[in-house]
């Protein structure tokens, strides 16, 4: 038997973010997104070429999406892969520094990075969970092959997410050279498989 502490008994999970850090004020953040149990749902590498699916596509097509919901971010470099999606957020103004009205008060979380992840994660899930039972396909929005049905009652993600904050140029150049060529080392991946 596994001897967990305290907080894995009772659900509670040690948090993986920067302790004191405001993830809404302006910066480049790299993220990591799995897909739960590593599943390959987003397509595959061929030669070195990430290869889209339907759901990969619709994985790639919802992150572009994010910054006309959130007015505040631009994406710097991003890849989804077939098990994971890797990029770059920039946070360009704090929501609450564009209008001094909101100084001293209660601040919502809705523009943060986890706020960003989680509706990301939220539509992905929900866009593929309607390509699987065919709304988006009978309404025409989508024409790929049907590919592997989800368990409808769960995310497709991993429950948590990786992030870095980058801090300086050299971090960006090599963070983005890391993402755009994450396919040709796809082999080297300790988790393919």
Not at 37 to 60: E, T, V
Not at 138 to 160: H, P, V, Y
Not at 177 to 193: G, L, M, R, T, V
Request: aromatic fraction near 10%.
């Amino acid at each position: 038997m596994k001897n967990y502490s305290k907080n894995q008994r009772n659900g509670n999970r040690k948090s993986i973010r920067l302790k004191g850090y405001d993830y809404s004020q302006e910066g480049l953040y790299f993220i990591t997104l799995c897909c739960r149990d590593r599943k390959h749902l987003f397509g595959s590498i061929q030669n070195g070429i990430m290869c889209l699916n339907a759901f990969g596509s619709i994985a790639y097509q919802t992150w572009m999406e994010t910054p006309s919901i959130r007015l505040n971010i631009a994406l710097g470099a991003f890849i989804v892969m077939p098990d994971h999606l890797h990029g770059i957020i920039e946070i360009k103004e704090a929501v609450e520094n564009a209008n001094n009205e909101n100084i001293g008060k209660f601040r919502s979380p809705s523009q943060t990075i986890g706020a960003i992840i989680r509706g990301y994660k939220g539509a992905t899930t929900k866009r593929i969970k309607e390509y699987s039972t065919g709304e988006l396909h009978c309404r025409g929005e989508l024409q790929f092959a049907r590919t592997e049905l989800m368990d409808l009652d769960k995310s497709i993600w991993q429950r948590n997410y990786y992030e870095h904050i980058i801090r300086n140029d050299r971090a960006l150049y090599n963070i983005t050279n890391y993402i755009i060529n994450n396919p040709q080392e796809w082999k080297k991946d300790k988790h393919h498989f």
